[in-house]
């Protein structure tokens, strides 16, 4: 693949909607040969600003070691407004499949056209989403949730039931932070994971 949104060597991919969140991640690569061979995730405390966008992208590129690519303010707005959805829909009907999911999505967001996604009412629906993109024999489905409401109970019962076709097993845990005046864990979220038996 060959960029997604504007033309560049590498494809950028990530979940949220981050003119609304107050923090971002982007997850670059740099594929060549249908084969990887860099990437690394950039992150920022900050909002996407379109101002700021030719700065990361400057830095993405410095990372991969890549000339920076032309960019226009229709491009930005492209990557502004990416629905994660919508993508995992487009991908399916590309017939795209992977051998390996990791989804780290947000608990809270709001799209440009009124969208609203809220991660106890759409987490279920869009994994039951994303195994379409599996493979025949794949090696992990990974998600991430930082909403302390959604319990790792939750985690494993949704992952379990989405991919029971395939033999592997599922582990869930509490994230936390360890506060060192009081000795306690903070609760911070859970995270779920199915591995093939095969690995």
Not at 92 to 113: E, L, Q, V
Request: with cysteine; charged share 20%; proline share 6%.
């Amino acid at each position: 693949m060959k960029g997604h949104f504007f033309k560049c060597p590498f494809f950028v991919y990530f979940f949220g909607n981050f003119l609304y969140n107050r923090s971002m991640k982007i997850w670059a690569k740099l594929i060549t040969a249908g084969k990887i061979r860099k990437q690394f995730v950039y992150e920022k405390e900050e909002r996407l600003t379109y101002s700021r966008f030719f700065d990361y992208l400057a830095d993405i590129c410095h990372e991969l070691d890549i000339p920076t690519p032309v960019l226009l303010k229709t491009h930005i707005f492209n990557f502004a407004k990416f629905n994660h959805v919508k993508f995992v829909q487009r991908e399916i009907r590309r017939g795209n499949h992977y051998d390996g999911i990791i989804m780290d999505p947000p608990s809270y967001g709001r799209g440009p056209k009124g969208e609203i996604w809220k991660i106890e009412e759409s987490i279920h629906p869009f994994i039951k989403l994303c195994t379409q993109l599996l493979s025949d024999d794949p090696l992990f489905f990974l998600v991430n949730s930082y909403t302390t409401g959604l319990a790792p109970a939750v985690l494993t019962y949704m992952i379990s039931l989405e991919l029971k076709q395939y033999k592997g097993h599922v582990e869930a845990q509490e994230i936390g932070l360890p506060v060192k005046s009081t000795g306690l864990v903070l609760p911070c979220g859970a995270s779920g994971r199915w591995q093939s038996d095969n690995v």
